[in-house]
């Protein structure tokens, strides 16, 4: 169908240092750092991107770096945990050494989750990740493509988003909410936890609930998720979800242009934001495959300010392909 939500765009994260987490996702994790720019709506704030080779839609993890934010503390109504698929079972015992000689902070076994294999990990931040195998990947939606300069091999490099884990303390809201509003369907359930799935897509379109009443409500900051953002086809099929979202009561951003997408943003419930983003342009129209990710770029709006911008922004990943500044 036209209007249907086709499963993740992108999981939008916090962070305590774009330097480290720089280092972190393309030295450790070997994801392709495609766009450096910033928070259009606090331009103190960087906002980074890491993808497959090309910026495929399903594989984008993007960071900010709020000036002076907190840590984070995990709770209810939260997107706990992000997960990305590997390509095969055997990719963990490649993982497992890696993140062994890297000191990446990880789980000691593999564990299943709805059949699916996984292993826990962080970052510096104690942000929590999860790498999950691809077997058995009951649909097609958002696999990337390697990246040609990874420090990972490909046949064992991160190919895409796998369900994310959201923490939960009212299962009807939600379950509303993903069902009868946004058009996915509830594919497994054991005791607490639901896996939803949008548009038939497999692991990289599902969403994974856990409810619990036991603990208290999450509070945002560095090491947890900001947002995530599911996709959508087009402008049109954007405008429809506006609208479609605006007659049911929901308090939402309306159009965003964003440059590198289109987005809608809005709150199912309180402490978790959704966005729908529309698949393109993509992020390679302002800078060339081989520029990406080492000059700031600016949508051009905010062009006039990269004086005031840069002076406020800590430089790293330098470029110097066209006699650039440390930006």
């Known amino acids: 169908m036209a209007n249907t939500i086709r499963g993740m765009h992108h999981l939008t994260t916090i962070t305590s240092s774009a330097p480290k987490i720089f280092e972190f996702w393309t030295e450790t994790l070997g994801l392709h750092f495609i766009k450096k720019t910033v928070n259009q709506d606090d331009v103190r704030t960087y906002h980074l991107y890491f993808t497959d080779d090309m910026g495929t839609a399903g594989t984008i993890l993007t960071f900010f770096d709020f000036p002076g934010i907190q840590r984070a503390i995990h709770g209810t109504d939260e997107i706990t945990r992000t997960a990305f698929r590997i390509p095969s079972d055997a990719s ?25 294999k996984y292993l826990n990990f962080e970052d510096f931040d104690g942000q929590l990740y999860a790498l999950m195998s691809n077997e058995g990947n009951p ?6 493509e390697p990246y040609r300069n990874s420090v990972i091999p490909a046949e064992h490099q991160i190919v895409g988003f796998g369900p994310q884990l959201l923490t939960i303390n009212n299962e009807n809201a939600l379950d509303l909410i993903f ?26 379109s599902q969403v994974h609930t856990h409810l619990t009443r036991l603990i208290p409500r999450g509070l945002q900051g560095f090491g947890n998720s900001h947002h995530m953002a599911f ?41 978790i934001l959704l966005e729908l983003a529309t698949n393109g342009p993509g992020f390679l129209q ?17 062009e006039p300010q990269r004086e005031a911008i840069q002076a406020n922004l800590v430089a790293f990943n330098s470029g110097t392909e066209s006699g650039s500044s440390e930006f």
């Open 231 to 271: 996709t959508v086809d087009d402008e049109d099929v954007l405008n429809y979800w506006i609208n479609r979202l605006r007659q049911l009561g929901f308090q939402d951003s309306g159009f965003v242009e964003r440059y590198y997408f289109k987005s809608e943003y809005f709150r199912p419930t309180p402490g």
């Open 179 to 204: 069902k009868n509003v946004l058009g996915a369907k509830e594919v497994a359930r054991e005791g607490d936890d639901v896996l939803y799935e949008f548009d038939n897509g497999g692991y990289g």
């Open 92 to 116: 963990f015992d490649f993982w497992i050494k890696w993140f062994d000689d890297h000191d990446v902070k990880h789980a000691d076994a593999i564990h299943e989750e709805f059949g699916a």
């Open 139 to 144: 649909g097609n939606w958002a696999t990337g």
């Open 286 to 302: 302002d800078e060339t495959y081989e520029e990406a990710g080492h000059h700031l770029e600016l949508p051009p709006f905010l």
